[in-house]
């Protein structure tokens, strides 16, 4: 049976590497950071494997090679500042604070926000603040970030976070509907948003407070 650190050498190999992942910071990070900590115990013997798995509240912690492709497009430098939008299970929230100098992660769920905070902390991650509320709106008191990652998908780019980008900001976003969803990689270039499309993918919705 192998262990964890095998387990996740296996997943950088074969499902970073060997499919074109490429940055070195990214792929140290995701040798580092403890998957299986972030999956609950009923899929734990799943958590290196190649897709998403459930985290409770209809949310689910992402596929590998997806969160490698959004890391790698933000390019993080170690002095960046991030905004996570769905903490979720806190698992991209611990490879963004092994990339960057500060991370303030927003999660609509208070149990789950609650849950990753613990769990970040119990690991060690003193560069991280996780907060519960409307991921739409962003964390405009600590704005304004050099790079936002979204872990769910807008109908549209949201304004707030956007205009919570600081004036060379990155940020990947998936775009689209529950049947149809891209990656946009958004950077800021003279005060305006210049958007790349990228991967196809699948993640739950973005939604605001106000839609409940």
Request: no cysteine.
């Amino acid at each position: 049976m192998s262990t964890p650190a095998i387990a996740r050498e296996l997943m950088v190999a074969s499902q970073l590497r060997d499919r074109g992942i490429s940055d070195p910071r990214v792929l140290e990070a995701m040798l580092r950071v403890p998957r299986h900590e972030f999956v609950p115990e009923p899929y734990r013997a799943q958590a290196y494997e190649d897709h998403p798995l459930p985290i409770g509240d209809n949310q689910t912690i992402s596929q590998p090679y997806i969160v490698a492709v959004m890391l790698e497009a933000l390019q993080l430098r170690p002095s960046d500042k991030v905004l996570e939008v769905g903490t979720g299970s806190g698992y991209v929230t611990a490879l963004l604070a092994e990339l960057a100098a500060e991370v303030f992660s927003i999660e609509r769920h208070p149990a789950l926000a609650r849950k990753a905070r613990d769990l970040l902390a119990g690991l060690g991650y003193s560069n991280v603040h996780v907060f519960a509320g409307d991921g739409t709106l962003g964390l405009p008191a600590a704005a304004p970030f050099d790079a936002i990652m979204v872990a769910a998908a807008a109908p549209d780019l949201p304004p707030a976070l956007i205009a919570q980008l600081d004036d060379q900001g990155r940020m990947i976003i998936p775009i689209g509907t529950d049947d149809s969803q891209q990656l946009q990689l958004v950077r800021m270039v003279g005060g305006q948003p210049i958007i790349t499309p990228r991967e196809l993918v699948r993640f739950v919705p973005l939604i605001s407070n106000r839609d409940e």
